[in-house]
């Protein structure tokens, strides 16, 4: 026989996913005046490189790894003195063969997680993924409300005194250390 969650159980586990939902809501991090649209290619889809729309500028650390860019690397404040958070950035590949991201790990975090936006049933709902594929000659983009890191038991201490070093790790590439702003939403 299954017994009920306590009301406090509850309210506990509700106000954890809502604070997981908050730490990587689109409405966020969309920037004052602009209107949260993030091109054809969708929340992160891969990117038509072609495009003729010159992208926003997105503040956040950069990295280059072979034929692999790393650009606007973020990381939130956890809201609400939470210990878990999201980080974002871009993905260029330049070459010709994919690559892809398999796994993040950084001091700042007990753990990090490989995570995306899906729908199903009429829900959006977040989803841990294995890994994130970066196309030959593709753009991807991992943001609020799309495929993004998912930092749990992060240190705000950490968080505090500035750029967060994560290390990335690609199939093919290998790791990489991104230094990850600090940017409040």
Same mark, same amino acid.
């Given at each position: 026989?299954?017994?009920?969650?306590?009301?406090?159980?509850?309210? &506990?586990?509700?106000?954890?996913?809502?604070? &997981?939902?908050?730490?990587?809501?689109?409405?966020?991090?969309?920037?004052?005046?602009?209107?949260?649209?993030?091109?054809?290619?969708?929340?992160?889809?891969?990117?038509?490189?072609?495009?003729?729309?010159?992208?926003?500028?997105?503040?956040?650390?950069? !990295?280059? &790894?072979?034929?692999?860019?790393?650009?606007?690397?973020?990381?939130?404040?956890?809201?609400?003195?939470?210990?878990?958070?999201?980080?974002?950035?871009?993905?260029?590949?330049?070459?010709?063969?994919?690559?892809?991201?398999?796994?993040?790990?950084? !001091?700042? !975090?007990?753990?990090?997680?490989?995570?995306?936006?899906?729908?199903?049933?009429?829900?959006?709902?977040?989803?841990?993924?294995?890994?994130?594929?970066?196309?030959?000659?593709?753009?991807?983009?991992?943001?609020?409300?799309?495929?993004?890191?998912?930092?749990?038991? $992060?240190?705000?201490? $950490? &968080?505090?005194?500035?750029? $967060?070093?994560?290390?990335?790790?690609?199939?093919?590439?290998?790791?990489?250390?991104?230094?990850?702003?600090?940017?409040?939403?």
């Amino acid at each position: 026989m299954t017994r009920p969650l306590a009301p406090a159980l509850r309210l &506990l586990a509700a106000s954890t996913a809502l604070a &997981l939902i908050a730490a990587c809501s689109p409405a966020a991090e969309t920037p004052a005046g602009q209107h949260g649209d993030h091109g054809a290619a969708g929340h992160g889809a891969a990117a038509d490189t072609g495009a003729s729309q010159a992208p926003a500028v997105v503040p956040g650390g950069s !990295a280059q &790894l072979g034929t692999l860019a790393i650009t606007a690397a973020r990381i939130r404040p956890p809201p609400g003195g939470r210990d878990v958070t999201a980080g974002y950035l871009t993905l260029t590949n330049t070459g010709t063969g994919p690559d892809r991201l398999v796994s993040a790990t950084s !001091a700042a !975090a007990a753990s990090i997680e490989l995570h995306a936006h899906i729908h199903e049933g009429g829900m959006m709902k977040m989803e841990q993924v294995p890994a994130i594929d970066v196309p030959a000659g593709g753009t991807v983009a991992l943001e609020p409300g799309g495929l993004h890191l998912m930092l749990f038991g $992060v240190k705000p201490d $950490v &968080l505090a005194a500035g750029p $967060v070093p994560v290390t990335l790790t690609f199939e093919q590439g290998g790791p990489v250390e991104v230094a990850f702003s600090v940017i409040e939403p």
